[in-house]
């Protein structure tokens, strides 16, 4: 019995690996190098293991080069300490992007980010500046895009409507719904947090959705392109938007990384409701605390500077708009919150949003 029971797990453990190698090959081929989107891609197979010792470093040398012709002067500023400016912004593969990313692999990374975020406070500083952005507009709704497990809301609805004094709608949306985490979000706020079930494209919002738009710890997911048109969409439909990421493109931020897999093994398998798919899919092996680890850590260097939000605002359409960004800095646990808002000038109704 033991030794069958082994059996059938050693075999789930290999489908698994088997399924997130092939995620991460063609997500890291087509999502981080768009050079390989070719009809042939599923196709492609890479070289039989036996073979690598002799053609890897070549190989890998070659298509760095060919993907990051500045590699080298990227690796002489690490060489010399010269961190900041050799962090430039990479694009690189998340799973949970993927389209094949498994369900259960997605909605534990976002109930991660969630109680992460929750249990420090992190966006508890930015308060403040939404209410004086829901102020400016004169509207009690706000329209979360990419809620992903439900977002920060659970903790800041309350604190947001004790400082607005008044009640707060709060409407979660997402690409990919996560129903069964919206739907506790909505019993646990007894009905404040409200969602919406169908898929919704935060570059094309539905013009029945009204209020102040807000995107938690998910705008590093876009590529520029995509980003400014997230703004134009905003600014096409008069509404204010606020961007907040927590998520830092800094080496010590990046370097913090190292110790992700190590917490997300002793929180993931116990995150409400349990799971036993869950469990085994962090113990005996720790597949899923690596992969939240790899998709934190690219998120970090996924993450807009401020300078880079700045970038973004010349070529969104529309003039009659004040735009506002910033970097709060929280002390050395918590870490720091970089924010863009805007909104429509003429429904400018309030004092600025405080001091950075």
């Known amino acids: 019995m033991?030794?069958?029971?082994?059996?059938?797990?050693?075999?789930?453990?290999?489908?698994?690996?088997?399924?997130?190698?092939?995620?991460?090959?063609?997500?890291?081929?087509?999502?981080?190098?768009?050079?390989?989107?070719?009809?042939?891609?599923?196709?492609?197979?890479?070289?039989?293991?036996?073979?690598?010792?002799?053609?890897?470093?070549?190989?890998?040398?070659?298509?760095?080069?060919?993907?990051?012709?500045?590699?080298?002067?990227?690796?002489?500023?690490?060489?010399?300490g010269d961190y900041a400016s050799a962090m430039a912004r990479f694009h690189l593969f998340e799973f949970h992007d993927s389209p094949r990313c498994p369900r259960l692999w997605r909605d534990s990374l976002t109930a991660f980010l969630r109680t992460t975020i929750d249990v420090l406070g992190i966006y508890d500083v930015i308060?403040?500046?939404?209410?004086?952005?829901?102020?400016?507009?004169?509207?009690?709704?706000?329209?979360?895009?990419?809620?992903?497990?439900?977002?920060?809301?659970a903790r800041l609805s309350g604190a947001l409507e004790d400082l607005v004094d008044g009640p707060v709608r709060v409407s979660l949306t997402d690409k990919q719904p996560n129903l069964e985490a919206f739907g506790r979000a909505h019993t646990a706020s007894e009905g404040r947090i409200g969602f919406v079930e169908s898929s919704v494209d935060a570059t094309n919002v539905p013009a029945h959705l009204v209020g102040v738009r807000t995107l938690f710890t998910s705008f590093h997911h876009f590529r520029p392109d995509t980003a400014r048109e997230i703004l134009n969409d905003a600014v096409r439909n008069r509404v204010p938007i606020g961007v907040f990421e927590f998520t830092d493109r800094t080496f010590l931020s990046c370097l913090a990384m190292l110790f992700s897999p190590v917490i997300a093994l002793v929180v993931v398998p116990f995150l409400a409701p349990f799971s036993w798919r869950r469990l085994f899919s962090?113990?005996?092996?720790?597949?899923?605390?690596?992969?939240?680890?790899?998709?934190?850590?690219?998120?970090?260097?996924r993450?807009?500077?401020?300078?880079?939000?700045?970038?973004?605002?010349?070529?969104?359409?529309?003039?009659?708009?004040?735009?506002?960004?910033?970097?709060?800095?929280?002390?050395?646990?918590?870490?720091?919150?970089?924010?863009?808002?805007?909104?429509?000038?003429?429904?400018?109704?309030?004092?600025?949003?405080?001091?950075?």
Not at 288 to 297: M, S
Not at 345 to 354: H, K, L
């Open 2 to 80: 033991l030794k069958r029971a082994f059996q059938a797990a050693y075999r789930a453990f290999l489908a698994a690996s088997k399924e997130a190698f092939a995620v991460f090959r063609d997500g890291l081929l087509v999502d981080t190098f768009p050079r390989f989107a070719t009809p042939g891609l599923h196709s492609l197979r890479l070289p039989p293991f036996a073979h690598w010792p002799r053609i890897q470093a070549g190989v890998q040398r070659a298509l760095v080069r060919w993907i990051c012709p500045n590699f080298e002067r990227v690796l002489s500023r690490l060489q010399r």
């Open 127 to 153: 308060v403040p500046r939404l209410a004086a952005l829901m102020a400016r507009s004169g509207t009690d709704q706000i329209v979360d895009l990419c809620s992903g497990g439900g977002g920060p809301w």
């Open 282 to 301: 962090c113990l005996p092996v720790p597949l899923l605390p690596l992969v939240i680890a790899w998709d934190g850590f690219v998120s970090n260097l």
């Open 303 to 356: 993450t807009y500077t401020v300078a880079e939000l700045d970038a973004l605002i010349p070529e969104v359409e529309g003039a009659d708009y004040h735009w506002e960004s910033g970097k709060i800095s929280q002390g050395p646990i918590i870490p720091p919150v970089t924010y863009l808002m805007g909104w429509p000038i003429e429904v400018d109704r309030s004092a600025p949003t405080g001091d950075a």
